[in-house]
């Protein structure tokens, strides 16, 4: 009976820690450094609605806006109402030549500010708009980002910033990797893991009626210059959710050290099946010879090639016969945990040994953009007051000059007038064409007499 008792207890603690999961801490949030922002004598004077309406004319007047102006209207934003307007502005704000001066400190209030109100489609829309926008999430931005977005169950949007990481191929924080791994874990294990919302693909169904003839579409064929030869990088140019996927695992298959680890090597060999680079998984698979994998990524790798429908690729039958012999005893060592397991000890662990540098260090970043705002601030006053200045003495000058033209008149009469006449401007005579010759009269002419025929 005792035994039966011990053996149940291990069982709920086993099931107890697993459904237990420890990610970052509430002091992680650095909200009293972050809030103090608002207190600084910038953002304390600031009206929201006066300095959008002061951006938008300037926009529209001289097509320039100032990167400190639109740090300051970032960071001053608390409230939902001005989401819409700070990423219109941005996108204006890109198309100025001021875009290469923009702050770190803009950057990482965006994001905040869409975290905090839970905007989560226009974060992702933003951050994937590289060109429109130009917004990239900072190491602390982007654990940040993972952590809201895991803890709120949201594993689709976590994966989706995972695989924006992986295209900046940005995975050198310990805690972001461990994070976006346990993101796409979770992504890739749900039964709906199809498409992310940005990159679903749109089904057209033509409805129409019966005995309805299809009516031709009008081809419109416009003139253009030249034609750009088509161009697939592979990487930036990736809209396929699960490809996007697969270069995600293999780049935190590769951070984790590939083969030489059963997480790096079995992540790197699920990505290779999800990003169909059937080729360089046999090389893959011929280096993992006597290593580690997890038994529940080869499930898993064996799945996602039950999905593939182009499998009369021979690369694809070659793949596939390479991968069931890994799940023999003399192919590789299968490791029996479970891989959710073995991420969260991962998780943990990073979380553990850095979260509380990462703390101080981003305490120490909210006062340094702090100083660096009022600094840009002084530098800016000072130049405006510099050019105001400049103006001041030109016109103080031309005012001289004139008074001292009407002073020295008569003594400087003859030197005037010829300056008078030189200023004259003298236009050509302009040419109205041959000149044509008059007729000449002849003075013995007789007309002809006319008579009328009866």
Not at 115 to 122: E, I, K, P, T
Not at 156 to 163: L, M, Q, S, V
Request: aromatic letters at 10%; hydrophobic letters at 35%; one cysteine or more.
């Amino acid at each position: 009976m005792l035994k039966l008792f011990v053996q149940h207890n291990r069982r709920l603690a086993g099931s107890v820690w697993m459904s237990r999961r420890t990610f970052l801490s509430e002091a992680y949030q650095c909200r009293d450094a972050w809030n103090a922002r608002l207190t600084t004598p910038i953002l304390a004077k600031v009206n929201l609605d006066t300095l959008y309406y002061d951006l938008e004319q300037r926009f529209q007047q001289r097509n320039k806006i100032s990167a400190l102006d639109i740090d300051i209207y970032a960071n001053k934003l608390i409230d939902e109402q001005h989401i819409d307007e700070v990423a219109d502005l941005l996108y204006k704000f890109r198309l100025t030549e001021e875009t290469s001066n923009t702050l770190d400190s803009t950057h990482h209030a965006l994001v905040r500010n869409y975290l905090d109100h839970q905007c989560y489609g226009q974060l992702i829309d933003v951050l994937n708009n590289r060109i429109g926008y130009g917004i990239f999430l900072d190491d602390y931005a982007a654990t940040l980002t993972l952590d809201q977005l895991i803890k709120a169950k949201e594993f689709r949007y976590a994966a989706r910033i995972a695989t924006l990481l992986a295209l900046q191929e940005d995975f050198f924080n310990p805690i972001t990797r461990a994070l976006s791994l346990y993101s796409c874990y979770r992504f890739v294990k749900a039964p709906d893991a199809e498409h992310f919302d940005d990159l679903a693909p749109t089904e057209q169904v033509a409805v129409e009626a019966e005995g309805q003839k299809k009516k031709k579409k009008d081809e419109i064929k416009v003139r253009v210059k030249f034609l750009r030869n088509e161009y697939f990088d592979d990487h930036f140019d990736l809209k396929d959710s699960q490809l996007l996927l697969g270069k995600t695992f293999i780049e935190l298959g590769r951070s984790y050290g590939g083969s030489s680890n059963a997480i790096g090597a079995s992540c790197e060999l699920l990505g290779l099946a999800l990003y169909r680079k059937y080729e360089q998984g046999l090389d893959f698979v011929a280096k993992l010879a006597g290593k580690e994998l997890v038994e529940e990524v080869l499930q898993m790798v064996r799945s996602v090639l039950e999905k593939e429908q182009a499998k009369e690729d021979d690369k694809y039958g070659a793949f596939c016969e390479a991968v069931e012999q890994l799940t023999a005893a003399e192919g590789g060592k299968l490791k029996k945990e479970s891989f959710e397991k073995l991420i969260l000890e991962l998780v943990n662990k990073s979380v553990a040994d850095n979260e509380a540098a990462q703390i101080e260090t981003q305490k120490k970043t909210y006062n340094d953009w702090c100083t660096l705002r009022q600094r840009r601030l002084d530098e800016e006053i000072e130049r405006l007051q510099r050019a105001k200045r400049l103006k001041e003495i030109e016109q103080l000058t031309v005012e001289m000059e004139k008074e001292e033209q009407k002073l020295w008149f008569f003594e400087n009469e003859d030197k005037i007038d010829l300056e008078i006449d030189r200023k004259r401007v003298f236009y050509p005579k302009r040419w109205f064409g041959k000149k044509k010759k008059p007729r000449t009269v002849d003075v013995d002419y007789v007309p002809p007499e006319v008579r009328q025929r009866n």
